[in-house]
């Protein structure tokens, strides 16, 4: 039933996250070791609804809606604001005037302030997208408007009764890890497009090739090839990125996220007569 064997790996993530999270809610108690590494999958949570996102896991309609009723519970949001949100508005306009996940906001330069903004800044912006895009759902197919009002439902339907089963509970291991999951997929997107070129045909998007990150995160680093054939499933997306590869400026493929990171809003900022941008990013 699954569209590519290489989903067993979502699945056992998917079955990972609902365990931990089994587990905290059993225990009651925030704990040391194991509430870092539930924040780590409901992360991944994120990542996943992405991929399904844009391609279902499954043959079956029923069983991608069941999938997005689950993923939802982790990532914190349906998985259907993504198609106004990230295929319709992101994917076409790539980070360019109009796109409502466009970074940086509030601020010109690309700095912590910046990417520490952004995510909550972008959330509100995406809300006009995804109300937008329910209306017109509902006017033009009603089927599919009930289908995806029927993942808001399900998620809040879901929410409300946990909260009142123990809203204490309910915080720490449903909602914080949520909001933890939104934040950082928000912070990933900003770090793939800041200070890169929206107008080039190959420059518009980083890439971490770093074996760890994109084994830990569905193959997420290779977002250029993403970008230019967002139906590819994440399975395939280091092939074609070699495809492509010679393309793309090689500042933009960094191979690790951390040193980027630590460079960028660490260390650059107190280092005079480095200017940003693609022909002058450091290449770490």
Known sequence: MLRYGADRRTIAYLACTAVLTAINWRMGRVHPVLYPVTLFFFFTSAVISHNHNHLGMWRSKTLNLFTSYVIALFYGHPA?????????????????????????????????????????????????????????????????????????VVFFGTMAFLLVLDWRKTLLFFVIPQQTALFLIQCVNYLQHVETDSESEWNHSRNFVGPVLNGLLFNNG???????????????????????????????????????????????????????????????
């Open 80 to 152: 259907i604001a993504w198609v106004p949100t990230h295929n319709q508005v992101h994917h076409r306009l790539n980070n360019r005037p109009g796109d409502t996940s466009r970074s940086p906001k509030w601020f010109e330069g690309n700095h912590l302030a910046a990417i520490l903004v952004y995510p909550t800044l972008t959330n509100i912006a995406q809300t006009k997208d995804i109300r937008l895009f329910l209306r017109d759902l509902y006017k033009r197919d009603r089927p599919a408007f009930w289908s995806a009002a029927s993942e808001y």
């Open 222 to 284: 290779y977002h250029t090839v993403h970008h230019e054939k967002p139906g590819v499933h994440w399975s395939l997306l280091p092939a074609l990125h070699e495809q492509y590869a010679h393309r793309i400026d090689p500042s933009l493929l960094q191979r690790s996220w951390p040193r980027y990171f630590g460079y960028t809003y660490f260390v650059r900022p107190f280092r005079s007569g480095v200017r940003p941008g693609v022909a002058a990013q450091e290449r770490l």
